[in-house]
């Protein structure tokens, strides 16, 4: 059984930083892209960041751009998300993704998420 479990998060004030971690098991992910995905009270689920199997490839949102580093430790399994300068529109569950079969576009696995509050 695949699972995906996310850590990290908690309180910060605005300016501070996080390092977010998604430990996966039940499959390795080595030759997988992975994602990390936000959700904020009221509003749609959005995309923060990508990494491709090597870490050699990453994408980010526009609002994140110059503040998130992802990055991925493939023998253990997990992905990071190191966020800095934090503001409080950062404030959301985060949400580590991976895809269902190796080159697939499209999500399947998700964690549960990890809360993130930032503070003004």
């Known amino acids: 059984q695949v699972q995906l479990v996310e850590s990290g998060g908690g309180l910060v004030q605005a300016g501070g930083s996080l390092r977010l971690s998604c430990a996966a098991s039940g499959r390795t992910f080595s030759r997988y892209t992975m994602g990390w995905f936000r959700q904020a009270p009221g509003k749609e689920r959005e995309f923060v960041a990508a990494i491709n199997w090597s870490g050699g490839n990453t994408y980010y949102a526009d609002s994140v751009k110059g503040r998130f580093t992802i990055s991925r430790d493939n023998a253990k399994n997990t992905v990071y998300l190191q966020m800095n300068s934090l503001k409080p529109e950062d404030t959301a569950v985060y949400r580590c993704?991976?895809?269902?079969?190796?080159?697939?576009?499209?999500?399947?696995?998700w964690g549960q998420g990890t809360q993130v509050t930032v503070s003004s």
């Open positions: 993704a991976a895809p269902s079969n190796i080159g697939d576009s499209k999500y399947h696995y």
